[in-house]
Structures are given as structure tokens and as C-alpha cells.
């Protein structure tokens, strides 16, 4: 299926039509939004869990997510209402896919995996963007990512049960990494392009204002 080209003028002839509240939120969040911090998901069973791990990066002003789908099967509607329409989701058939196409954009691949090699989370780098992989609430990443990935890592704990919940663990990390990255990098190579901030802003309006295809048209041609 073919995805509709956004048109570059959709933000300035639609965004009228919100409230000034709705408008300057809309671009506060835009300017915000990083793509040196990415979340890789893998077959995460539990919708829910599913959906608070995507609903922390969209809160940490991660703007890509990841998801793996080798024997749970992925969809927009899995994810809470909403939260789709304020991240770009690339879903991927097999941890080769996934690994590759990161590769290909730069990224330094995590894998959050207990080895013996494993560093703890506050020692993983930020000094080039990162994307970290999260496996399924039973057996975890596959042992494909302790192989593929370029490092592995384990959040430090002190209780007895040594174990937390998949959407904790990710809104750990990605507060970590969001957090040190902006501290030490600061906005102008932490934060998307303003050219990249338009692109998003284009595309959140299409997605707010579904009319758009027969909207704009008319409004360029009031101009």
C-alpha cells in the first residue's frame, strides 16, 4: 500500500484551525523530539506492555520505536489509542531486518541482555545516536541480539528479586539515556533539525485534520 505523500505547506494552512493551547503544544513537542534515542521492541506479548513502553518514548520525546514481530503479531490498533499518531513505528519480521536497517542509519545497537560481557546501563555511550532492544516478558531478546548487537547491557538492581517488568525497564533506559544525551550534547545536536521539526509538524497536522486531501486545495488557493 502506497502512503500518502504529506505535503510540506500542511502545517502552515491547517494548523489555523486548532486552538492556540492545541497549536503551541503541537510545536513545543516537535522541537523537542530526538532521534539520537531510539526503543527497539520484540515480541512483547502483553498489549499493554506493548503500549507503555511506546507511550514512554513518545514522554521522553523519542520520536522512532521499533518492533520485532517473529511470533507476536503487531499492529497500530495494539498500541494505545492515540499514541501512534505522535511516533514513527517500523515494524520488522526478523532481528536481521531490524538490525540492518539501524545499522544503515548510524545507530549503535544496545541490546539489554545479562552476560558476562553485559555493561550496566549508565556506562552505555551517547556519544553517537543509540537504539535499545528489549525482548518479550518470558524469555527476553533472542540470542540473536547477544550476537548482532554492538554492546549489551543490564540495569543495576539491589533487591532479592531481581527482575522488572519490560515497560519499566524501558522508561529506565530511556530516561537514562534522554537525560544524559541532552545534558551532554545539548539541543542543537540532541534535538531534531528544524527541517526535521517541520516534516513532523506537516505530518501531526494530516494526522489531527484527516480532511486534509480536500482541505488544501481549497485553502491554497484562498492564499
Sequence with gaps: MNLPIIPDDAWALLSPQLTDHRRERM??????RTRRVRLVVQDVHQPHNVSACIRSAEAFGIQDVDVVSLTTKFSASTVARGVDEW?????????????????????????????????????????????VAFGNEH??????????????????????????????????????????ARKTLGAQTYYVSTAERDKLLNKWICRQITSWPLQLPRLREQK
Design 139 to 180: 524469555g527476553g531478546l533472542t540470542t540473536d541480539w547477544r550476537d548482532k548487537a554492538d554492546i549489551c547491557f543490564t540495569i543495576p538492581m539491589f533487591g532479592i528479586v531481581e527482575s522488572l517488568n519490560i515497560s519499566v525497564c524501558a522508561a529506565i533506559t530511556l530516561h537514562d539515556l534522554s537525560s544524559r
Design 27 to 32: 510545536l513545543k513537542t516537535a522541537e523537542q
Design 87 to 131: 511516533v514513527d513505528i517500523s515494524k520488522h519480521e526478523s532481528e536481521a531486518a531490524c538490525i540492518d536497517s539501524l545499522r544503515r542509519q548510524g545507530y549503535l545497537i544496545a541490546a539489554a541482555f545479562p552476560h558476562g560481557k553485559a555493561v550496566s546501563l549508565e556506562n552505555l555511550p551517547i556519544d553517537r545516536p543509540i537504539a
